[in-house]
């Protein structure tokens, strides 16, 4: 029995975050709390698929803006995120968890390829599921994969836990006169085009009725406080 308001969620987890206190790469000791943190939103009763970010490695637009081809970018981000899902993969089953990788890029010899009938049955088992290599598509992010894995996954809530606190009425890190919602609707962030997250997926997300809560990861057991309904986040929509 899930003591917490959910009984399936999809974590969104930041890329950029797992790379710690540096400016990029993948800190493993960060992997080891955020695994941690996984395990212990779990123990709620909870299933959790997560979908894990790219930032830490690579965006494909930020290659593009460098001269690369934008698809080609755009699949080496792909490939990034199934770095960091693979280490906290790792992670997880070594702190004593269960857990499983699936791509949207086949790649047999290193995860299994995403079929979301056989990545639902993982859940209903208990696994914590880490949807890799975002939609497969490129021109998308893995925000908008977190709102579609939730849909396809019947999933009651995306989690997006990331490197602010909440959602603002402009960007914090660019503006020091932003204000934080605790509450807004779907439809609200996206007239605003608050940049916390793309169009696509706020508007998926509105379709489908799915929440979307924003909080800061930085905070050891931030998921589980979250879920518990006690942690600092905004909730949009729901
Ligand atoms: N209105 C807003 N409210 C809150 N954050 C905003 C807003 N507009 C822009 N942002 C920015 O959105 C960022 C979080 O989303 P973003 O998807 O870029 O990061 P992430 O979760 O670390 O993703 P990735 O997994 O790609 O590394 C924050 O760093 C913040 O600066
Ligand atoms: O469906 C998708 C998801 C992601 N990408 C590419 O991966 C990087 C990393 O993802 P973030 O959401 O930015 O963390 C992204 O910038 C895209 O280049 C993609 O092509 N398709």
Redo the contacts with the bound molecule.
Sequence with gaps: MSTAPYRRVIV???????AGTEQHGIDLDTVDRFAADLIAAQALGVTLGVV?????LL?GATAASHGADRTIADVMGMLA?VMNALALESAIERLGGRARTVSAIAMPQVCETYERRAARRHLDDGRIVLFAAGTGNPFF???TTAVLRAAEMGAEAVL?????D?????????DPT?V?YDRLGLDEAIE?R?????LTAFSLARDHRIPII?FSIREPGAVESVLRGAGRA?IVGG
């Design positions: 969104k987890l930041s890329g950029e975050a797992l894990v970010g790219g930032g830490n965006r995120t992010t893995t925000d997006k836990a990331t490197n602010v909440g959602v603002y009425s402009a960007d914090p890190k660019r932003a934080r605003k608050l940049g916390v997250m793309d924003v905004t």
